[in-house]
């Protein structure tokens, strides 16, 4: 909760003054599709990540007449360096995933780029409040 919850918190404070003075901001918080199907062997991440869904939110709706926009990206079980790193078990992780998954692949940090640039740029100006999910199809099923 310190890290995945209370950190976004602190930095959008942080950074508030900077985009009131400019009249508009974007905020960018990192949620996880295990905020949407939960996941018994990681109920505290899976908690923390929920919890940054309402977070998304509420902010949404408290910044939204300063001109800023407040999203959140959950991206599926991602190969990142770090994971595959930490957990002697990720490649097997991996494969179950991309098994459930409708695009037959294992994800991996470059897939959200584009998302993360979507919610970056003016073409997303009038989206807040919402949690896009990059997995593949994975929570379709």
């Known amino acids: 909760m310190a890290v995945n919850v209370r950190g976004m918190y602190v930095c959008t404070v942080e950074a508030l003054a900077l ?3 400019n009249g508009w901001g974007r905020v960018i918080n ?3 599709g295990l905020a949407f199907k939960g996941a018994p ?8 990540k929920g919890a940054v869904v309402n977070l998304t939110r509420s902010m949404a709706t408290a910044l939204g ?7 959140s990206l959950a991206p599926g079980g991602t190969a990142s360096p770090t994971v ?10 991996s494969e179950r995933t991309e098994r459930e ?13 584009g998302t993360l640039l979507y919610l970056a740029s003016p073409a997303s100006a009038f ?5 896009l999910m990059v997995d593949g199809g994975t929570y379709l099923k």
């Open 101 to 113: 998954r409708i695009i037959k692949r294992v994800e991996v940090p470059e897939d959200l780029l």
């Open 127 to 131: 989206v807040t409040g919402q949690t």
């Open 30 to 32: 990192i949620s996880s």
């Open 84 to 93: 595959v790193a930490n957990h002697p078990d990720a490649p097997r992780m």
């Open 19 to 21: 985009m009131e003075r």
């Open 41 to 48: 062997q990681q109920m505290h991440y899976a908690a923390s």
């Open 65 to 71: 007449a300063k001109g800023i926009n407040v999203n």
